[in-house]
């Protein structure tokens, strides 16, 4: 019984949930949704253990996109599909939508050879831009994915593009405990 209760204890494991929809208007009369995707994990794939970012279909759409680039002879997993008669007030389609989400991230994070890309990682436990992302993955940043992922949700992220201030102000950021983590009770 001890062994078996060690080995569990050793199981690596990865959760995501994706919850908590959020409506913003972009303009007076077009608005969007994002989605708060919440990590927890012993995995050694990841540099946080527990996180929290919010994205919108878009950028789930972007992240598809580039594992794709990354997976060329591999299926991968669909997103729910683009519909646009999408209505951010019916409750169905924005449930349907979250568990597309959410499955579609379960399946990737399932697949080695994905888990290997700094895009999943940066999409998954950094606060950063599509634009950003990309940049901060092709090394075309001042900071690292390494450190965009443990300063995420910490407002450091900004000041990491200006190297003046990099050591003074995120470093007090990042030892304060300030880095993001999420609150991993049941909603």
């Known amino acids: 019984m001890?062994?078996?209760v060690e080995n569990l204890s050793k199981t690596e494991f990865i959760s995501i949930c994706v919850r908590n929809p959020r409506l913003l208007?972009?303009?007076l009369w077009h608005a969007h949704l994002?989605?708060?995707?919440?990590?927890?994990?012993?995995?050694?794939?990841?540099?946080k253990k527990t996180s929290s970012v919010r994205r919108r279909y878009s950028e789930f759409v972007w992240l598809r996109d580039c594992?794709?680039?990354?997976a060329l002879i591999m299926e991968l997993p669909n997103l729910p599909p683009w519909n646009p008669f999408f209505s951010p007030?019916?409750?169905e389609q924005v449930l349907q939508r979250m568990k597309g989400f959410q499955e579609f991230l379960e399946s990737v994070v399932q697949i080695p050879l994905l888990l290997s890309d700094s895009r999943?990682?940066?999409f998954l436990q950094s606060d950063l831009s599509i634009t950003k992302m990309a940049k901060c993955a092709s090394g075309k940043t001042s900071y690292t994915v390494a450190e965009a992922i443990q300063r995420s949700g910490s407002g450091c992220i900004s000041r990491l593009e200006d190297?003046?201030?990099f050591d003074s102000d995120c470093e007090s950021c990042s030892s304060s405990g300030l880095g993001g983590s999420v609150d991993t009770s049941v909603r």
């Open 2 to 4: 001890d062994s078996m």
């Open 25 to 27: 208007k972009d303009y």
């Open 34 to 47: 994002d989605y708060e995707i919440c990590l927890q994990t012993n995995s050694m794939c990841f540099r």
């Open 67 to 70: 594992l794709e680039q990354n």
């Open 89 to 91: 007030g019916n409750k």
């Open 120 to 122: 999943l990682h940066l």
């Open 163 to 165: 190297k003046a201030s």
